[in-house]
């Protein structure tokens, strides 16, 4: 089952412009991760913020997680056309040590 | 460092023939895990070893084999492949567990016919 769901599924902007994406969640987790996926690539790793984190930022991303409405949103600034990739949000849930539930994902794509 | 290796990227199989996807990681990584992608279910966790001799079911495991003798190897045996079993297959690992920042391999493309 699906733990973390990405919203929207997909995203175009223009180069220079923010984007934000949302992610929400069913159970307590103890954390949670976004990653970002390039056509026909592996994840990688962009953030990890913890159950009792609000906020947490990274170069030109800022990650909100809001514990009580189950929700959290990655927020791309200035975004650029090598910003265009697939992005999940990940979650440990409280309880389910060892498993990292993935959602579907939001496809962004930054054109020039 | 090489990080995660995958292998072999792209294979294709024949209904019940059995294969390995072998997994390597040069990080000393206690944890390891084997996801495979659908398109619209993103990354579903099959199986996870959280050290050498110690595997676990994910999510969807069945089909599916494991073992980890050794902390640099997972392999992911398919004893006979099904058409369900078509998908992109990710092996990650970590440090500090499966509940941490995952380190992806580059994947492998498994088409069954």
């Known amino acids: 089952s699906q733990q973390g769901e990405e919203d929207p599924q997909a995203l175009s902007i223009q180069e220079g412009e923010n984007a934000t994406m949302n992610c929400s969640y069913k159970?307590?987790?103890?954390?949670l991760q976004w990653y970002r996926q390039n056509s026909g690539r592996g994840l990688v790793h962009l953030i990890l913020?913890?159950?009792?984190?609000r906020e947490k930022h990274s170069g030109r991303l800022r990650v909100t997680l809001d514990t009580s409405k189950k929700s959290s949103s990655l927020l791309i600034t200035a975004s650029r056309a090598a910003d265009t990739a697939s992005y999940f949000c990940?979650?440990?849930?409280?309880?389910?040590?060892?498993?990292?539930?993935f959602g579907t994902g939001t496809r962004l794509q930054v054109t020039l | 460092n090489a990080g995660v290796t995958q292998t072999p990227k792209f294979q294709v199989l024949k209904t019940g023939q059995s294969m390995t996807l072998q997994c390597a990681q040069d990080?000393?990584?206690?944890?390891m895990s084997w996801y495979r992608q659908d398109p619209g279910m993103g990354l579903r966790l099959i199986h996870y070893?959280?050290?050498?001799?110690?595997?676990d079911q994910g999510e969807v495991p069945n089909g599916y084999n494991v073992s980890r003798s050794t902390t640099e190897d997972f392999p992911l045996r398919l004893l006979s492949a099904a058409p369900s079993q078509t998908s992109v297959y990710f092996c990650?690992?970590?440090?500090?567990?499966?509940?941490?920042?995952?380190?992806f391999g580059s994947g492998t493309q498994l088409s069954v016919l």
């Open positions: 990940a979650t440990d849930g409280a309880g389910t040590a060892s498993k990292l539930t």
């Open positions: 990650a690992s970590s440090y500090e567990g499966g509940s941490e920042k995952l380190f």
């Open positions: 159970t307590s987790i103890n954390n």
């Open positions: 990080m000393n990584h206690e944890y």
């Open positions: 913020i913890r159950s009792n984190e």
């Open positions: 070893s959280v050290g050498a001799g110690i595997t």
